[in-house]
């Protein structure tokens, strides 16, 4: 008998593309699933919208919005509560999803793998990637690994990553249960980076479902290029670098950032055009809003270490594994700056 699974779905003033996202997820050919939206405070009519037309999905209403980390917890805590929940499987509420989709994430899912990540496509660009994994940097930050090539099939064969975006993503149960949900310090971005590195470090392995397909509109939520997604992304880059990298690969890291921050943005903190200034007050912004993640970052130091010693004391994986790990995702400077 097929492992049921539970799709959360995490909602915020989402109304208008909610609909399409909810009948493709309803539409799986896999049988045993069940869809939790959790909606995230949201001031439009989205939970109404939920109420009237979709019966057979499941809500989790909260008061107001705790943003990502905090918000797909709670759907993550309320899926579990059923013991007959194998896999959550997280996803965006701005995509729309294949129909074998959840078949092709669970048929990934064996052994000592713990996470399977979803091809992801541009919806305005179909035969765009926009992710097939998360690829690592030395300084503590990821990339999506096939971001923004045509999709030729050229990652279709690679199954094995080094874990998924949770935009849409795959998690077992029972990895969830022995290494624990999403940082809620993070708030939003790279908790999914950070949630990648525990798994690995606990030993679990994540693979790549390439028949998994999934239309996202990117950055739909905070918006690409603007000062807060800035400020999340270098503040947590620095906590991720902190929790989960061995000390020796630090001589590595800290120079790679200073040369990445003077090369350029990174690519998918790129405003939406051309036709989006670089300079003025919204570079202006996004450079007050890395002086702050760094201060931030810092002033939250003592908690990253306390994490750090945790997850030291209970890792499988060697230095030298890590270093593979490095040869294997990693992603190089051209590639974090100029893609």
């Not at 705790?66 to 059923?82: L, P, Y």
Request: hydrophobic share 40%.
């Amino acid at each position: 008998m097929e492992e049921q699974a539970c799709v959360v779905i995490l909602n915020w003033n989402g109304q208008d593309h909610l609909r399409d996202c909810l009948r493709s997820v309803l539409d799986q050919t896999y049988p045993r699933f069940r869809v939790l939206l959790v909606d995230n405070g949201s001031t439009d009519q989205s939970p109404t919208l939920v109420e009237e037309n979709f019966p057979e999905v499941m809500l989790l209403a909260l008061p107001e919005n705790v943003f990502f980390a905090r918000g797909t917890n709670a759907g993550i805590r309320q899926a579990v509560k059923d013991p007959a929940c194998r896999h959550v499987v997280t996803l965006n509420n701005d995509t729309r999803v294949a129909p074998e989709w959840l078949a092709e994430l669970i048929k990934q899912s064996s052994g000592s793998v713990g996470m399977v990540a979803s091809k992801l496509l541009f919806m305005d660009r179909p035969n765009i990637l926009n992710s097939t994994g998360l690829n690592i940097a030395p300084d503590g930050g990821g990339m999506d690994r096939g971001w923004n090539q045509v999709d030729e099939g050229q990652f279709d064969m690679s199954h094995d990553v080094f874990g998924p975006t949770a935009g849409a993503a795959l998690y077992r149960r029972d990895m969830l249960d022995s290494i624990g949900l999403f940082d809620e310090e993070f708030v939003a971005y790279y908790e999914d980076l950070d949630l990648a590195w525990r798994a690995r470090l606990a030993g679990w392995q994540s693979r790549f479902a390439p028949g998994a397909v999934v239309y996202h509109k990117f950055s739909m939520s905070h918006g690409r290029g603007s000062a807060r997604k800035t400020y999340f992304c270098e503040r947590n880059r620095i906590w991720n670098f902190v929790q989960n990298y061995p000390w020796r690969y630090a001589a590595v890291g800290i120079p790679w950032a200073a040369a990445r921050t003077i090369a350029g943005p990174l690519p998918w903190s790129r405003p939406n055009s051309s036709s989006d200034h670089q300079d003025g007050p919204d570079r202006a912004e996004r450079s007050k809003a890395m002086v702050r993640a760094r201060l931030d970052a810092y002033a939250g130091m003592a908690r990253a270490l306390a994490k750090r010693g945790e997850r030291m004391a209970r890792s499988r994986a060697s230095s030298a594994t890590i270093g593979s790990w490095f040869r294997r995702y990693g992603t190089t400077m051209r590639d974090a700056v100029l893609s």
